[in-house]
Nanobody, 125 residues
Framework: VQLQACGGGLVQPGGSLRLSCAAS????????IGWFRQVPGQEREWVSS????????YYPDSVKGRFTISRANAKNTVYLQMNSLKPEDMAVYYC???????????????????WGQGTQVTVSS
């Protein structure tokens, strides 16, 4: 089971980026996928979650309306579309997965069993 995250980069405030999280070794159908971010010296922060079984999505208020999590079934990939980026969105972003066994604690990083490597998002003019 592997997750491969990519798509980070440098963007100006107000710009957009799309992060990808490609899964291998398992299919996403019965998994919960989460995106988290972390700034050095700070705790990891939950950004979004997707229940692949029914398509339910969840966001914290800090990104709601700006970020969208989605899935490309044929590619076994989950995306995080980030629009209207702000300097405070700058962080290393991680995707994570856990088999959906009825969990509702989708915003807790300890729930997730599998993690991709991080991808750096820099928001700066």
């Amino acid at each position: 089971v592997q997750l491969q995250a990519c798509g980070g980069g440098l963007v100006q405030p107000g710009g957009s980026l799309r992060l990808s999280c490609a899964a291998s070794g398992f299919t996403l159908d019965y998994y919960i996928i989460g995106w988290f971010r972390q700034v050095p010296g700070q705790e990891r922060e939950w950004v979004s979650s997707l229940y692949c079984s029914d398509g339910s999505t969840y966001y914290p208020d800090s990104v709601k309306g700006r970020f969208t999590i989605s899935r490309a079934n044929a590619k076994n990939t989950v995306y995080l579309q980030m629009n209207s980026l702000k300097p405070e969105d700058m962080a290393v972003y991680y995707c994570a997965a856990v088999e959906d066994l009825g969990y509702r604690e989708y915003d807790i990083d300890e729930l997730y069993d599998y993690w991709g490597q991080g991808t750096q998002v820099t928001v700066s003019s």
